[in-house]
């Protein structure tokens, strides 16, 4: 709470002294997620503020709040059966699809514009383009595509994707807050906070803001060592197999 | 009590982590297996990356199987002579297996090809575990003698040239089937991730008519060199070794062990071949029954390229 208070009063710092024309002000609670031992995973808080200037007094402003991880390449297998047992038949890739992509917005995003504004917006998980690998081309394919709602449907369980239709709250007329939860499971390096707000269906202003995920102390200790002094890692690694066993043995001792 | 494991980037349960340890270590070393055929299967459940979730189990299985050697050799069960003669094969077999690996991953059958491998392996090598041991059992019960093992009837692999005594395994046979049964045993143990010492018990007793006690300490001192090559492999080759995984584990699989190694020795050689048997026929019926049921979800997705 007492970080939130922080950068709500950053946040109103940075308003007082900025020149007239930000259509769109953004302050996370914080621009870095750590990694310790005990790490369950973390919640950030997005607060945004969007010019009055720009909203006309009657409209409501929509936002989309989007998080993508760093990219990843899957590949996204189906299964048939074939003499009795469950094969993989039929694989697609996709190409550096985000490892993590988390949806937020005031309603549900297919309210806001039309269907092909969201599409250019890349407004809504469904909308977001997955480049997948056909034959020799990269393109994205319909949203009903089997392989793609599959590709959805695994991240969703693994809690990795998720859309929140009502996880952006307007606290004021134009203020607005987003929690955005980083799971445990979450990929290490660098994300990407994109803020988009709609204003009678159409894009009324954009704003980035940059989050890393990142391990630190111990944590990065033990996986830098294991990247860059492999050698030294695995022999390590191997005295202590041993050191535990001979110790194991030397206390169980019976004989 | 959570932790956060560095490599395999996820946090887990550590009484969770020490139980499993604890409960595989117990097997490893009542039977003389490694456990991995166990610990790896029930690591990906957890939700560890498969390849972190092969590489730290080895470590496990170095140091339970240390535990469980040194224990055997103070009791001079372990033949060093048998266990060197069979890593000779079992380290070419070992390159073998890796290089296959690769292939069939290339080819996206690796999935496939592993779950077979289990099942025909260990539905015929716990078949056979089982049969012959309630047959032992039987005979016993009906109180007839066991059979006599005549010197003359060696079955004609082991009368092949290149004799050699194992002394401690009171056998005189020919090295050429030793040393297939090591190339079999890395080959095995590679493609499929797994120590192979649930293979090897088997084939010591079986095909090479090894006593069962010289033949687990033996497996014990083959398992604790194949994984210690197995840590420095995947560590200077994937980076996938968990060491903070692997050192939760190995402190529950060095505890277990001991017990499991007690419970073993205190136990009847025939009663101990059936429970192995039935063990390794319980994991084959599994994988065969996720390979035939009809999975929730026809759809699979695996990482291609992480983004580090």
């Known amino acids: ?255 | 009590m959570t932790i956060y494991l560095p490599i395999a980037e996820l946090p887990v349960n550590i009484f969770t982590l020490l139980a499993l340890g604890i409960a595989v270590g117990f097997i490893s070393g009542m039977f003389g297996v490694g456990g991995g055929f166990l610990m790896t299967p029930l690591l990906i459940f957890l939700g560890v990356p498969p390849a972190v979730a092969v590489a730290s189990v080895s470590t496990h299985m170095a140091a339970s199987s240390f535990s469980g050697t040194l224990t055997y050799l103070r009791r001079g069960l372990v033949d060093v002579r048998l266990g060197l003669v069979l890593l000779a094969g079992g380290l070419t077999g070992t390159l073998a297996g890796v290089v296959s690996f690769m292939l069939l991953r290339q080819l996206g059958q690796l999935d496939l090809v592993i779950a077979v491998t289990y099942i025909v392996l260990l539905g015929t090598i716990g078949s056979l575990m089982v049969a012959e041991s309630l047959r032992a059992l039987l005979r016993e019960w009906r109180g007839e003698k066991a059979q006599v093992k005549r010197p003359g009837a060696h079955p004609w692999f082991l009368r092949m040239p290149l004799k050699m005594r194992f002394r401690q395994s009171r056998i005189y046979v020919s090295v050429i089937p030793v040393v297939t049964i090591g190339f079999a045993i890395g080959f095995l143990g590679a493609l499929m991730g797994i120590g192979g010492g649930f293979l090897l018990v088997p084939a010591l007793i079986y095909l090479l008519r090894v006593p069962t006690l010289t033949s687990i300490a033996t497996a014990l001192m083959l398992t604790l060199v194949t994984m210690t090559a197995a840590i420095l492999m995947h560590a200077v080759l994937n980076q996938t070794v968990d060491a903070v995984l692997g050192l939760v584990l190995m402190v529950g699989g060095t505890i277990g062990a001991q017990f499991g190694a007690r419970a073993g020795q205190a136990m009847r050689a025939e009663k101990l071949r059936l429970l192995l048997g039935l063990l390794v026929l319980a994991v084959g019926l599994r994988v065969a029954v996720d390979q035939i049921v009809t999975p929730a979800d026809l759809y699979a997705v695996s990482i291609d390229e992480a983004a580090r």
Not at chain 1, 3 to 19: C, D, E, K
């Open chain 1, 1 to 255: 709470m007492r970080g939130m208070a922080a950068s709500l009063l950053a946040l109103l710092l940075l308003l007082a002294g900025t020149p007239a024309r930000a259509e769109l002000v953004l302050s996370l609670s914080k621009a870095r997620v750590t990694i310790t031992s005990n790490f369950t995973g973390d919640t950030l808080v997005l607060f945004g503020v969007i010019d009055p200037g720009v909203v006309a007094p009657s409209a409501s402003p929509d936002v989309v709040v989007t998080v993508r991880g760093p990219r990843e390449s899957f590949t996204t297998w189906r299964k048939e059966r074939r003499f009795g047992l469950w094969v993989n038949v039929d694989g697609r890739s996709f190409l550096a699809a985000p490892s993590y992509l988390a949806v937020l917005a005031n309603r549900p995003p297919a309210d806001m514009a039309d269907a092909e504004t969201l599409r250019w917006e890349q407004a809504g998980l469904d909308n977001n383009r997955l480049l997948q690998r056909i034959g020799s081309d990269y393109a994205d394919v319909v949203p009903q595509d089997p392989f793609r709602q599959a590709f959805l449907r695994v991240k969703q369980a693994q809690g990795l994707y998720f859309e929140r239709p009502a996880g952006v709250e307007f606290i004021a007329p134009n203020v607005f807050r987003a929690t955005i939860p980083i799971p445990g499971t979450a990929p290490i390096g660098a994300y990407e906070v994109v803020v988009k707000t709609f204003n009678g269906g159409a894009l009324a202003g954009q704003g980035t803001l940059p989050l890393e995920v990142a391990k630190v102390d111990f944590e990065q200790t033990v996986a830098i060592t294991a990247q860059d002094y492999p050698w030294l890692y695995g022999l390590a690694t191997a005295l202590m197999a041993l050191t535990v066993g001979f110790i194991a043995n030397i206390a169980f001792r019976r004989d």
